[in-house]
């Protein structure tokens, strides 16, 4: 619904800002944007040269939409070469992306792949680029991405929820070789338990997420990492990041299973005993001791806090027509509309433009996840089997 005396304010704001952001991908080589840009006079002479990989592969679905809005290519235009500019510079040996690039000369800085910090939203937006735009391509790359990270990151037993092994888990490895880089997961790993719910490998999701919730359960907040291996907390501060809070409702939203109403409330009471300030909701300086530090993210509020509250409001619009929506990476949601597809391959063709692949669409590498699967995760008393569960928080040190 349109407000009344509307006149497309808010459009023209998001055009302006979006003139300016392009700044950042003027005088690259290579069309990678820089990190950094000032929005009265652009990119900082003294700006870094290198950038994150998700930085770069997550403008899709912000610079698509206002691309069709306007209709004007630019940004969407600017938003695909950047991902394939990236792209061009994964492994040839793994399909694997590493962590930090070189604007300028493609070089990579860091070499370490995995589902976390400077790689998260990448995964996601390749995926979500496909459901909100219809783009083959986005699909067949989240496809090559999602088989590389399930060859060489996932370790541990081959199910979720049968069999014997090490629990699964994915874990930070070199781009070029696939071999174990370190020993830590970081909170922004959570979200990938999200982007599993909406590729359709809601058994994976349940592994991924119980992970991450049994480290919360251990210090009543998420750190910013954890080593797995020596099952100890090695960055302590907790600044209310929303990647648990999002998977548990997406898991929520896909199973229907009460555990995750139980998970949420355990978050909220964690926020409300360590987190709840004067003025708001304070980042926790350290998660060993909970004091915390004078700021709150703009992201509690986007993010954290929307989704616990989409959680346990059931009859919420949101989720009474959930097929109609879908996230942005900083929890906006964007209306669903099938005539985003219904773009003319013209309205690419420009002299150094993405140029659109209108061949056949491929289909995803997991989703044969039917509403039969779903429906009989409703059927457990916990959504991973108990003996599992006490291993993940055994691991974790929860147990000890």
């Given at each position: 619904m349109i407000p009344r005396d509307y006149n497309d304010e808010l459009l023209l704001l998001a055009h302006d800002l979006a003139n300016r952001l392009l700044n950042a991908f003027e005088n690259t080589s290579l069309g990678i944007p820089y990190p950094r840009v000032n929005l009265k006079y652009g990119v900082p002479a003294?700006?870094?040269q290198t950038t994150c990989t998700a930085g770069v592969g997550t403008l899709l679905l912000e610079f698509g939409t206002l691309s069709r809005l306007l209709g004007d290519p630019t940004y969407e235009i600017t938003?695909?070469?950047?991902?394939?500019?990236?792209?061009?510079?994964?492994?040839?040996?793994?399909g694997l992306l590493g962590n930090i690039i070189d604007v300028d000369s493609g070089e990579w800085v860091s070499g370490m792949s995995g589902i976390g910090a400077g790689m998260d939203s990448l995964y996601e937006y390749l995926l979500k680029g496909y459901i909100v735009f219809g783009d083959p391509n986005d699909l067949q790359k989240f496809n090559e991405m999602y088989k590389s990270v399930q060859t060489y990151m996932?370790?541990?037993?081959?199910?979720?929820?049968?069999?014997?092994?090490?629990?699964?888990m994915y874990v930070n490895v070199n781009m070029e070789n696939g071999k174990i880089l370190n020993t830590w997961v970081d909170s922004l790993s959570a979200s990938f338990a999200a982007v599993q719910v909406l590729n359709g490998?809601?058994?994976d999701a349940i592994c991924t997420h119980a992970l991450y919730y049994a480290i919360w359960k251990r210090y009543d907040a998420l750190p910013e990492r954890f080593d797995w291996n020596s099952r100890v907390s090695h960055v302590h501060f907790y600044p209310l990041r929303p990647e648990l809070v999002e998977s548990t409702y997406l898991l929520y939203q896909a199973t229907q299973h009460p555990f995750y109403?139980?998970?949420g409330k355990d978050i909220m009471h964690g926020l409300?005993?360590?987190?709840?300030?004067?003025?708001?909701?304070?980042?926790?300086?350290?998660?060993?001791?909970?004091s915390q530090e004078d700021r709150m993210e703009s992201f509690f509020l986007s993010e954290t806090s929307k989704y616990l509250y989409l959680l346990f409001d059931q009859e919420n619009p949101v989720n009474k027509q959930a097929s109609k929506y879908i996230f942005t990476t900083e929890g906006h949601f964007l209306k669903l509309d099938k005539s985003m597809w219904n773009v003319d391959t013209d309205f690419y063709d420009m002299t150094r433009g993405y140029q659109y692949d209108v061949t056949a669409v491929p289909r995803s590498n997991v989703?044969?996840?039917g509403c039969e699967v779903v429906s009989d995760h409703r059927k457990r008393p916990l959504p991973l089997e108990l003996r599992y569960l006490q291993q993940v928080e055994s691991l974790v040190g929860v147990r000890d």
């Open positions: 003294l700006s870094s938003a695909k070469n950047a991902l394939e500019a990236i792209w061009k510079f994964r492994s040839k040996k793994t996932r370790k541990g037993r081959k199910l979720c929820n049968s069999g014997s092994g090490d629990v699964p490998d809601i058994d109403l139980h998970v409300q005993t360590h987190a709840k300030a004067r003025c708001g909701y304070a980042t926790l300086h350290n998660v060993m001791d909970k989703s044969d996840c």
